[in-house]
Every structure is written in structure tokens, then in C-alpha cells.
């Protein structure tokens, strides 16, 4: 590559040309091999839109294990796709049929509606999949799925009928949630509650047949819903309506008798102690209507409207009949009082509408019969969670409680219910019409109606007569099956695809989809490959911004994904998702951290270009004894020593999901220690060749710098990579190898690691220490001073004087027993630093900053004192904690011990 370097790193550029490169070389295709494969599937974004905020972390999530894995000798195989949606989509697309071309859905056949759904899928699917390229995804793009791909739209019909042959699947009449907006039942688990501020209404139901104006008064927070009363409800023990024992009520409104009955299901303490019962509307009210033989009233239409069963108000929308219905209340003299009631509401999740309760016809599956398993699999350690402290008891809780899951979903978006029926609503379950049909000729055969002819010429019904189930099946009922039929591990079992890449390594999801998703997937995966769908379960927190706000398109607080990679660079972008991101906590976004993360774009980038300028300064060989080689190379050790430490603890950061946290420690090793410190250290004086052994080394550190953050940053890493050193054609850094890359010329020392890292701190400490002692003093960088160092560790300054002597510009370095006079003092741990300047020194600014240290690490030795005499504590903790604060205590008490001493030499 040319050595010819821009100013600043420039992302544009390097993001399209590095993308397109990995993706021509194949790099990240995946097919079966002899290595062990590392599979992730992605979580499949919906197709009704641009990826927002919280996608952007989980891919980038995935993206760093991917590619770490791919770096670590693992088959690396990122499945990329999309999810229909069905509830989202569809009303995406009726919204823009009724105002881009003023066409209703209900003037469309199913088959025109869904040819307009496809187009929609095909536009917005290929923005997403714009956006996960921009964001430098090492997704497999030769394996991309979509949840309504004709192999996977058989294999949920095939799920389907399997689990309705074996009675797991059943149809029938329940209350359900129903979304007025939508006009389709929803599950349990998709209506989202939230508290707010309503009203409760307390109305006189006159008793029928009564003495004068007797009434009975109840409380409501729902007065469009009186007229579908079918009875009064009071606790059997509650005096005050013994007296109402086998009479009859009058329905406000609507002048209907319905009867006064008795259950301990009613609270006497809330509101009035006595409830309107209507068994259509309400759940709890459901169930006392079939315990108590009630009548069910539908006062509702499918759009939240009045029916014709509520009499009144007809064709008024729900929200509007409840003030009309107050205000004949109050003409009518039946409504005593209002007051103020915080209540918890339904709203869907799909469209924020409020969730009506509604008796209807629906396909439900059993999910009790394989909760267990899915439960045992994640309690038994077969599958884990992190971080488990947050969701394990979340996900047990669910399981162990779980309820029937209702499936279907009054729409055209999705893979339609393989039911088929009879003019006289007799059904069977079939994949298509043919054997609909065969399988109804079998029925009636068995029933005798069959003579020695064949069933088609007796049967008195043709095929013609059978109409398939116009409803479709709950989208999370085709995604739960996504870790398999990505690899068509059901419409093609056991094909090599599923038996090498099943069970997956790893899912990133998120903590809100426990339930629509993990759990379901369990359950999928031990129904039909015996096994779990995956290793590990990683849930990302919730991105919110930084008034700690969830990130939502309604609140307008999420930024646009393609324009923070125009303005800060993909690499950029990704840092700033991984640095807010702790292990599974909600995190709070803003762009500054994508500020910080173009920062440190450009400090590598000038990190190169430091680098780019020594070579052209030249390089020289020196021909050293041991000793002198040690010496002169010294900062090279440490820095060894250095990243090999970070390198043991990012990989325990990996093992443990810590991602954030590993970046951190990348990011500090980066630009603290090999920036800020390393460089300096072995940069030469100006105009003058480097030392070959410093040089090749810190080029071999560069290269392996750049290796550690690849996964977290692959464009700036991959390009500087490219300028460090020429490379034939596939040495590239997006599938290097760790411990097998570049020229590996590290400086060989007899210094232990351990000795090496103590010293180095030291050595920083002595240099941070020594600089801040020359500002407080007004000493000026080019004022050279004489130092002289007293310590027990002699030896070890010796080796590093040179480079302390470079660093505080001191044209000596001298070694003594004792206090040396007329200097200014410092104290580093129990090491003395003597500085002579020819710059007035005042002796009494000494001996402040001297006190004020002295009286600092007295109250630290006092606070680590308290906590060691706690016996609790020392039994308690971890030995190496106890062992920690012991040192903190040696360290200070030995510093004081120093401190005493220079502040005795001052008098």
C-alpha cells in the first residue's frame, strides 16, 4: 500500500472497498468441514422498516463473535434474514395501498393483496440488508432467509399438522385478546400492560320488581360495556345483599332484567362489593359466566365499534360510546359519582391499540406439554444464560406458568392455516386441498357410507365444495423454528447443512423476546431434533437515550443507523454501541460515544503515521551486549508483557459475554499504553534512525493491536493492518489467525512478565509523578533537570533510566542512599525522587503538597485499616480480595513511612 497517509482516517472509502473485498474473497461463506463449527443465526428483523438502535447493538454483538470465532480456527457461520411480521406488515401495507393508491384491501382478492405484501418485503428487505452491510456484518449472504420462503412456509404447514395429529394444536371457542386496530386475535404475551389514570363510574342498577327506588349500586371503569350485562355479581357473605338473593336487576340503558348472583370471587372491600358480570368482555367475567350458565353478549364489532347486540349507541366507536353512555347516565339519573382510579391496561404491542377481551374461535397449541423440556434445558446448564443472574428466574417464571398459546391471526400476511372445510364447518387439517379431500373420503368411508365402489363416486360432496381457514398463523409460530429451517432442518431432515451447524453456539437477542422467542425456540428444538437450538443465550440490554428514555420511532429519540455511519464511520458507530453496552444492562446512548470512537479512529490512524515516519527516517542495527540489549529494548518487554495480560483477559471477558468490558481493555491497552506510553518510550530523538529491534517489534505489536480489535472494529483495523506491511493477496486481517500472525518479532528477554509489568508501572507512576512536580513548580519543558533516585529497587531504574531520563528531560539520573539537599521531593509508592532544577524552588510549596499527601493516604490507610478489622468481611470476601487490601495497606503505610522522611529533610 502507498505510505502516502491522509491527515485523518477517512471511512467512507475504506468501510466500501474493505466490505466489498471480504465478501468477493468469500470470506464469510460458510460450508461444512472438518473444523468445529461456530453458528449464529441472526434475529430476524422485521421487514417493516430500517434497523433501529437496538438492532445496531445486537448485530454488532454478534458480528464481534463471529468474526473473534472465525479468528480462533472455528467454521464461523452468521445466518442473515428477515421475519414477516405478520401483524406489522400488513398494516403497513394497507396503509400505503389506501394512500399512495387509494386501494382498499377488502377490494383486493388475497391473491392481489399479498403479490402488493411481496413487493413491500422486496423493497424493505433490501434496505435492511443495506444497513447490516454498512454496518460491516460477517454474515453469510449466501444463506440469507426469509421467514416466507417457499421451503419454510412448508415447514411451518408441516409443524402444524404434526403437532395437530398429535393433539398438541386444538380449535376452539376461548376469550382471547383481541386488537381493534388490527382486527386479529393476539397471544398473551403480545399485549403489553401499562398503568394509567382512569375513572371509576358508579351507577344504580334499580332492582326489578323492587320497593319504591331501590337500587344496587357498582362501580365501573367501562360504562359502554353495561349493555352487555348479564348479571350482577356479590360475595355470599356479604350482608349488606343477602336481601337481593334470587332477584333480578335492571341493566341501565338497555332495560334488561338479568339476576343478582353469589360467588366469593367478588372482593366486598372494592368499590361497591358488586360487580357487573359481562362474560363477553372481560375475562374474570368469562369465567364466572360459564360457572354460573350466563349468557355471553357481544356489544362489540371486530374495529372497536358498537354492535347491534349493545341496542344502543350502534356503530360508535368504543372510546366515544363510553362518554355518550356517561352522559345518559347522568340525564337519567343512574350515575352517582365519578372519581379518579389508577388501573392497568392491555395495549398491543403491534399497534398500541387497547386490547379488547373477545370470546372467538381460535387455534390454540398446548404449551404445557413441552414447557418441561425447554425448562430443563435451561436449568440442567444445557443451554445458559447471560447474564443469568437478570433472566433465568424471569424465564422459569414463564414456563412454569405458562398458557395456552393462541396462534391464529385474522390476516392474509403469513402462512395460512392448513384447515379445510365442509360447507357444514366439519374440518380436517391437510397440507393442500388434494389430500384435504382424500383425507374427508377416508372419514366418510369409515362411517360406512362406502360400497364396492370407490369414494369418489358415492362421497356427496366434491373437492370444490372444501374452503381453506382464511386466518393465518401468529408470525413467532414460523420463527420459533428458525434455528432449524434456516438449514431446512424440517422440510429436509437430517441434510448435511443441519446436522454440522445444529444445535447453534450462541443467540443474541433481546431481554424482551424471552418469552415470543427463547423459550419458543427451546421448545421447537427439543420437539424436533431431540436437542437444544443453542449453547448459549446472550441478552443485550435495552438501548435508551441519555434521559434513560427507551429509543422508539413514536419519540422520535432514535437516531437514523446510515446517517451516524455517514457522519462518524461504521467502525465508529460500532464502538460507541459496544462501550455503553454493560453485560446485559440497559444502556444509555448518545452521540458522543460515537464522537470518542472517531477519536480513537484517528489516534491509531496517527499511531501509523508515527510509525510510517520512522521508517522514512531510517532504521539501524545495534550490536549490544545482554545487558545493553535489556536496556535498550526495555520498553519493548514490557509491552509484551503488557498484551499478553490483555490478551488472558480478554479472552476471560469473551468467555463470559463481557463485551463491553473487553473493548474497554482494549481501548486502554490502545491508547493508554501503547500510544500514550509505548511510542514515547522507544520513539528516537528527531531526524534519527530507530532501533531495528524496537522497530520490528512495535510493528509486530501493531499488527497484534490490531488483531484484538478487529471484531469490535474491523475497517480501521483491516486498513491499517494493509499499511504496516506489504501483504500477498489473502493475508488479510478479517480471517488471521490468533497466535499465527505477521513476522512475530517480539524482543526476547530474561525478565520475568511479572517484574517486567511492576517495573513499567514505575515507571509511568515516576514519570506522571516527576511531570506534575515541574508544573506545579513553572518549570518549563526545555529547562532540563538532575534527578536523583532513592530506592530499594536500584536495579530496576537502572534498566529504565534512559527512558525516565528522556521522558522528565533530565540530563542526569543519579542513585543515593540518603535525602539530597536543596531538592525538591517526591514520592512514588516508597521510592524518593530528588529533583534539582536551577529554577527557584520554595520550600514551603514543598512541604504543603508533601502534607497534603501525607494527610490523603493516612485517611486511605485508616479506611483499608476499617475494612480489615471487620471480621465479617475477612471471612467473607474472596481470599484474593483480603489479599489486595492487605497490599493497599502495606503500599500506604510505607508510603507514609517516605512521606515522613522527606518532610523531615525540609524541616
Not at 224 to 249: F, S, W
Not at 296 to 325: H, W, Y
Not at 439 to 447: D, I, P
Request: hydrophobic residues 40%; proline residues 4%; negative net charge.
Amino acid at each position: 500500500m502507498s505510505n502516502t497517509l491522509p491527515k485523518n482516517f477517512e471511512p467512507q472509502q475504506v468501510e466500501e472497498k474493505w466490505y466489498k473485498h471480504w465478501t468477493e474473497q468469500g470470506y464469510f461463506n460458510s460450508t461444512p468441514d472438518d473444523r468445529k463449527p461456530f453458528t449464529v443465526v441472526i434475529p430476524p428483523p422485521n421487514v417493516t422498516g430500517v434497523l433501529h438502535m437496538g438492532h445496531t447493538l445486537n448485530e454488532t454483538v454478534q458480528d464481534v463473535l463471529v468474526r473473534k470465532a472465525r479468528m480462533s480456527g472455528f467454521n464461523a457461520c452468521w445466518v442473515p434474514g428477515s421475519d414477516h411480521a405478520s401483524i406489522a406488515t400488513e398494516a403497513k401495507v394497507v396503509q400505503l395501498l389506501e394512500k399512495e393508491k387509494g386501494i382498499k384491501k377488502q377490494d383486493l382478492s388475497r391473491e392481489e393483496f399479498l403479490k402488493h405484501a411481496f413487493e413491500w418485503k422486496d423493497k424493505y428487505g433490501g434496505i435492511i440488508n443495506h444497513q447490516i452491510k454498512k454496518l460491516g456484518c460477517s454474515v453469510d449472504w449466501n444463506r440469507v432467509t426469509f421467514t416466507m420462503d417457499d421451503h419454510y412456509y412448508q415447514a411451518v404447514i408441516k409443524v402444524f399438522i404434526d403437532l395437530y395429529n398429535k393433539g398438541l394444536i386444538y380449535r376452539g371457542a376461548r376469550m382471547i385478546n383481541w386488537d381493534p386496530q388490527a382486527k386479529t386475535a393476539l397471544s398473551d404475551e403480545e399485549v403489553e400492560y401499562k398503568d394509567i389514570q382512569g375513572k371509576l363510574y358508579y351507577v344504580r342498577y334499580k332492582v326489578a320488581n323492587g320497593a319504591g327506588d331501590e337500587s344496587i349500586l357498582i362501580a365501573t371503569q367501562r360504562p359502554e360495556t353495561i349493555m352487555g350485562d348479564t348479571a350482577v355479581c356479590v360475595n355470599p357473605n356479604d350482608e349488606r345483599y343477602q336481601h337481593l338473593k334470587g332477584k333480578k336487576v335492571i341493566v341501565p340503558l338497555v332495560n334488561r332484567e338479568v339476576p343478582v348472583i353469589f360467588d366469593e370471587y367478588v372482593d366486598p372491600s372494592f368499590g361497591t362489593g358488586a360487580l357487573k358480570v359481562t362474560p363477553a368482555h372481560d375475562i374474570n367475567d368469562y369465567n364466572l359466566g360459564l360457572k354460573h350458565n350466563l349468557p355471553a353478549i357481544d356489544t362489540l364489532n371486530e374495529d372497536g365499534t358498537l354492535s347491534a347486540a349493545a341496542q344502543v349507541f350502534v356503530g360508535m366507536d368504543r372510546f366515544e360510546a363510553r362518554k355518550k353512555a356517561v352522559e345518559q347516565l347522568k340525564a337519567e339519573g343512574l350515575l352517582m359519582k365519578e372519581e379518579e382510579y389508577q388501573t392497568r391496561l392491555g395495549f398491543s404491542q403491534r399497534t398500541n391499540a387497547v386490547v379488547e377481551p373477545r370470546i372467538s374461535t381460535q387455534w390454540f397449541v398446548k404449551m404445557r406439554e413441552m414447557a418441561d423440556d425447554a425448562l430443563n434445558a435451561v436449568t440442567s446448564g444445557d443451554v445458559k444464560i447471560h447474564p443469568e443472574e437478570r433472566f433465568l428466574a424471569t424465564y422459569k417464571y414463564w414456563l412454569e406458568n405458562v398458557k395456552d398459546w393462541c396462534i391464529s391471526r385474522q390476516l392474509w400476511w403469513g402462512q395460512r392455516i392448513p384447515a379445510w372445510y365442509l360447507p357444514d364447518g366439519t374440518f380436517v387439517v391437510a397440507a393442500t386441498r388434494e389430500e384435504a379431500f382424500q383425507e374427508f373420503q377416508n372419514q366418510w368411508a369409515k362411517a360406512g357410507n362406502q360400497s364396492n365402489s370407490t369414494a369418489n363416486d358415492h362421497s356427496p360432496f366434491t373437492i370444490d365444495d372444501l374452503t381453506q381457514d382464511e386466518d393465518v398463523l401468529d408470525t413467532w409460530f414460523s420463527s420459533w423454528l428458525w434455528p432449524i429451517e434456516v438449514f431446512n432442518g424440517i422440510s429436509q431432515p437430517n441434510n448435511p447443512d443441519i446436522n454440522y451447524y445444529y444445535p447453534t453456539s450462541v443467540l443474541v437477542t433481546g431481554q424482551d423476546i424471552i418469552f415470543f422467542w427463547v423459550a419458543r425456540m427451546i421448545m421447537a428444538g427439543m420437539e424436533y431434533m431431540k436437542e437444544k437450538p443453542f449453547e448459549y443465550v446472550y441478552f443485550t440490554g435495552m438501548v435508551r437515550d441519555k434521559q434513560g428514555r427507551k429509543m422508539s420511532k413514536s419519540l422520535g429519540n432514535s437516531p437514523d443507523l446510515l446517517e451516524l455511519i455517514d457522519r462518524f464511520g461504521a467502525d465508529a458507530v460500532r464502538f460507541g454501541i459496544m462501550i455503553s453496552a454493560p453485560a446485559g444492562n440497559d444502556l444509555l446512548f448518545d452521540d458522543s460515544s460515537c464522537e470518542q470512537g472517531k477519536f480513537f479512529n484517528n489516534k491509531i490512524w496517527n499511531a501509523l503515521k508515527l510509525l510510517k515516519m520512522w521508517e522514512t527516517n531510517g532504521i539501524a542495527s545495534y550490536d549490544r551486549s545482554k545487558e545493553g540489549f535489556e536496556k535498550a529494548t526495555f520498553a519493548a518487554t514490557w509491552f509484551q508483557a503488557r498484551l499478553n495480560q490483555v490478551k488472558n483477559e480478554v479472552e476471560a471477558l469473551y468467555k463470559e459475554f463481557k463485551l463491553s468490558e473487553a473493548l474497554k481493555t482494549i481501548y486502554s491497552l490502545i491508547w493508554d499504553d501503547f500510544c500514550s506510553w509505548y511510542l514515547e518510550w522507544v520513539k528516537p530523538p528527531f531526524g534519527q534512525p530507530i532501533d531495528q529491534h524496537l522497530y520490528n517489534s512495535t510493528l509486530d505489536y501493531f499488527e497484534q493491536l490490531m488483531q484484538l480489535l478487529h471484531p469490535f472494529m474491523p475497517f480501521v483495523t483491516e486498513e491499517i493492518y494493509h499499511h504496516l506491511r506489504d501483504r500477498e493477496n489473502g493475508n488479510d486481517l478479517a480471517i488471521s489467525q490468533f497466535g499465527d500472525l505477521g513476522e512475530q518479532q517480539a524482543v526476547v528477554s530474561s525478565l520475568q512478565d511479572n517484574v517486567v509489568l511492576l517495573l513499567g508501572n514505575s515507571l509511568k507512576d515516576a514519570i506522571t509523578a516527576i511531570r506534575d512536580v515541574r508544573n506545579k513548580n513553572n518549570m518549563k519543558p526545555k529547562d532540563a533537570i538532575k534527578l536523583y533516585i532513592q530506592s530499594d529497587n536500584q536495579k530496576g531504574y537502572e534498566l529504565v533510566a534512559d527512558i525516565l531520563a528522556k521522558q522528565v528531560n533530565a540530563d542526569e539520573v543519579n542513585f543515593v542512599a540518603d535525602a539530597v539537599a536543596g531538592c525538591i521531593t517526591t514520592v512514588v509508592g516508597k521510592d524518593k525522587f530528588y529533583i534539582q532544577s536551577e529554577v527557584a524552588v520554595d520550600a514551603n510549596v514543598q512541604k504543603d503538597q508533601l502534607l497534603k499527601e501525607l494527610e490523603y493516604q493516612k485517611g486511605f490507610l485508616e479506611a483499608v485499616n476499617k475494612k480489615l478489622s471487620n471480621e465479617r468481611f475477612v471471612q467473607n470476601a474472596k481470599p484474593e480480595i483480603v489479599e489486595n487490601e492487605r497490599k493497599k495497606q502495606n503500599d500506604a503505610a510505607q508510603k507514609i513511612k517516605a512521606i515522613e522522611e522527606s518532610l523531615a529533610t525540609l524541616g
